[in-house]
């Protein structure tokens, strides 16, 4: 069995990668052209250079493989508007899928967001794959790109007969974050940079617990359906202190009020702005941050027997990694 990924440098790609390998798939990664990922060095992979913006450098990477993953995507999230976000998040997921159905690929999976349903605010209230999309509300290109995207592969599984499985992460934690993407909270915990939490609360999921679903998806799950991939739905707070105990430092006490939060939000965009810097913190997540967005992953336990390995164990895998290699 060979399988491609694309996007195989990321937290979630990189951990997929050894996954893969570790049940013994022949594998292919598709690396933007120029990049030499620390994540992937030294792994037993055939490595093609190339862009999911151009159909042409994908024809040779997707020779002769009989599984592949789209991981690949732009998670800016600022500025909030990017057309270069909805190119590759849009355009690229339609070059992969035309570069599938040219090949004949046999299972595509495609990973999506959990974003792309709509979340429950209470613990008995989750949502699921059966959740209208709400979160257009936020007009972030990245949110509404992948919504976008997974429409256009499920209009491909009904009209094109392509044989996709969509997987919708939710915050994932773990090794391998060499960006750092998640793994930012983590290192701003243990350096003791953070002063307080939002209101809010989220669905945590570990990373390898998301690969893991993905490579049983190769044989499980039902082709056209979508698969929520999270775990605990916890509090902005929660997360902190189980971060806080792993790391060995106090938690952050202050809980700040919702008006606070935005309004730092939206004093840092506007500095960013100006000044031309990434920002940790926008408007658009400080308001995200004061909303529960909780999610059910019953669905995915259930047909891709996604694990559901304690938050806490994550944690400590991706505080180890940032050690190991001198983040921290």
Not at 63 to 73: E, L, P, R, S, Y
Not at 76 to 94: C, D, H, Y
Not at 268 to 275: E, N
Not at 285 to 292: G, K, Q, R, Y
Request: hydrophobic share 40%; with cysteine; net charge positive.
């Amino acid at each position: 069995m060979e399988i491609l990924v694309t996007g195989p440098d990321g937290v979630l790609g990189s951990n997929l990668v050894r996954e893969l390998l570790r049940r013994n798939y022949g594998v292919s990664v598709l690396v933007e052209t120029g990049k030499n990922p620390i994540t992937l060095a030294g792994l037993p992979i055939t490595t093609y250079e190339g862009n999911i913006l151009d159909p042409q450098l994908l024809d040779k990477a997707f020779v002769g493989k009989d599984i592949v993953f789209h991981c690949a995507a732009s998670t800016i999230v600022f500025p909030a508007q990017n057309p270069m976000v909805r190119k590759i998040n849009i355009e690229g997921t339609l070059n992969v899928i035309n570069a599938s159905l040219k090949h004949s690929i046999k299972r595509f999976i495609y990973v999506g967001t959990a974003n792309s349903f709509g979340s429950g605010n209470t613990l008995s209230n989750l949502g699921n794959e059966n959740s209208s999309f709400t979160a257009g509300k936020y007009h972030l290109d990245y949110i509404d790109s992948k919504y976008d995207a997974q429409l256009l592969v499920l209009e491909a599984v009904k009209n094109k007969n392509l044989p996709a499985i969509i997987v919708n992460p939710t915050f994932m934690i773990g090794p391998f974050d060499s960006r750092p993407s998640s793994g930012a909270m983590i290192i701003a915990i243990a350096k003791k940079k953070v002063p307080g939490f939002s209101s809010g609360g989220k669905n945590f999921v570990a990373v390898k617990d998301v690969a893991t679903a993905m490579a049983n998806a190769i044989t499980m799950g039902r082709i056209g359906e979508c698969y929520i991939l999270g775990n605990e739905n916890i509090s902005i707070k929660e997360a902190f202190v189980k971060i806080a105990k792993v790391v060995g430092v106090d938690a952050p006490r202050i809980k700040m009020p919702d008006r606070i939060t935005i309004s730092y939000g939206m004093i840092s965009s506007f500095l960013a702005t100006v000044l031309r810097f990434k920002p940790s913190v926008t408007k658009e997540l400080a308001v995200i941050s004061c909303e529960n967005h909780f999610h059910s992953s019953s669905k995915a336990v259930k047909e891709l027997q996604l694990p559901q390995t304690p938050i806490e164990e994550a944690i400590k895998e991706c505080y180890e990694w940032f050690t190991k290699n001198g983040y921290l």
